[in-house]
């Protein structure tokens, strides 16, 4: 059964008497107890998909249309109240920077107490006694020590368990984890990712997992979709992926990677640049840097197919 169904999402930002797809028309779905990678260059649009999941769009950008399915209700139709219930409460998100998304003012056990407060209506006795599980839960063997600290008083693999707290506390369905490994040396990232599979594995939770590392998402995950300049290109299972990849882009990112295609002896570039949102080519957007670019590449752009179960890919060559 699908936790989260996001069909045809499109989210656009009105600069100056112009229209930027940031979101173009992009679906997936994750089941109950899935983890659901979300994969692709910087600028792609992998963050702002899920900030349109949790309504967190700020003007001049908009939701333009789409549907958001979460455990049976649209969240676009709701209203902001209702969603204010839905978020921090049945849908957690780990956002990036965890330096500048914790506020340095207030002490990191407040933060975590804060939404177990206003979700769970508690008051902040039966709160800090939540909290501190939650730090237990997360890794912290001196709970009572870490909830007085600051932001400022803790290393970045710390805060950046801080933030899974915020974002079980309320023990949600969904947590969407956007880049949660950024700017962690290898062993901090290793024990995170291990930390959230351990959740997901001991919770039952699903998971969106943002990321522009494949080699996590190799060994992290069912199924991943690959992003290119706000359109979905793949989607299939994480196993399939990495022997089959089927879009020019995602043999591109493989190649890119030393161990990911076989034993090949020099890795391969993608030539060109991503293409600003702004300024798109017809067609294909990725066929200004696609080995294998038709005619009709240049003029149309093709539309999602599946190729196999599961198997789903945006390009001509299918």
Not at 224 to 234: D, H, K, Q, S, V
Not at 261 to 273: E, H, W, Y
């Amino acid at each position: 059964m699908q936790l989260l169904d996001v069909t045809d999402l499109n989210t656009s930002f009105f600069i100056d008497g112009k229209v930027i797809h940031a979101v173009d028309r992009v679906s997936f779905s994750v089941s109950k107890g899935e983890i659901f990678g979300l994969v692709g260059e910087s600028g792609c649009g992998k963050t702002m998909t899920a900030l349109s999941v949790m309504r967190l769009v700020q003007p001049p950008g908009r939701i333009v249309k789409g549907q958001v399915v979460f455990e049976g209700r649209d969240l676009l139709r709701l209203s902001d109240r209702e969603m204010e219930g839905v978020r921090g409460d049945r849908i957690g998100m780990i956002f990036q920077e965890p330096m500048s998304a914790l506020n340095p003012v207030f002490r990191v056990g407040e933060q975590v107490s804060e939404a177990i407060i206003i979700h769970k209506k508690v008051g902040k006795k039966e709160a800090k006694g939540a909290t501190m599980e939650l730090l237990r839960q997360v890794g912290f063997e001196d709970p009572e020590k870490r909830y007085a600290q600051y932001p400022h008083q803790l290393s970045g693999g710390q805060r950046q368990r801080i933030l899974i707290g915020i974002a079980i506390s309320c023990g949600p369905s969904l947590v969407i984890a956007d880049e949660p490994t950024t700017a962690l040396d290898v062993a901090t990232e290793s024990q995170i990712i291990n930390l959230l599979q351990g959740l997901v594995d001991n919770s039952a939770m699903s998971m969106i997992f943002i990321t522009h590392n494949l080699n996590i998402m190799r060994k992290f995950g069912q199924r991943i979709g690959i992003m290119y300049a706000g359109r979905m290109l793949e989607q299939s299972s994480v196993d399939v992926f990495f022997k089959e990849p089927l879009h020019p882009y995602s043999k591109g990112l493989l190649s890119s990677i030393y161990g990911l295609m076989g034993n090949q002896k020099r890795l391969t570039a993608i030539p060109g640049f991503v293409p600003r949102l702004a300024e798109l080519p017809r067609g294909c957007t990725f066929h200004p840097r696609c080995p294998y670019v038709m005619p009709v590449c240049r003029e149309e752009e093709p539309v999602m197919k599946e190729i196999g179960k599961g198997q789903w890919v945006r390009c001509w060559l299918y």
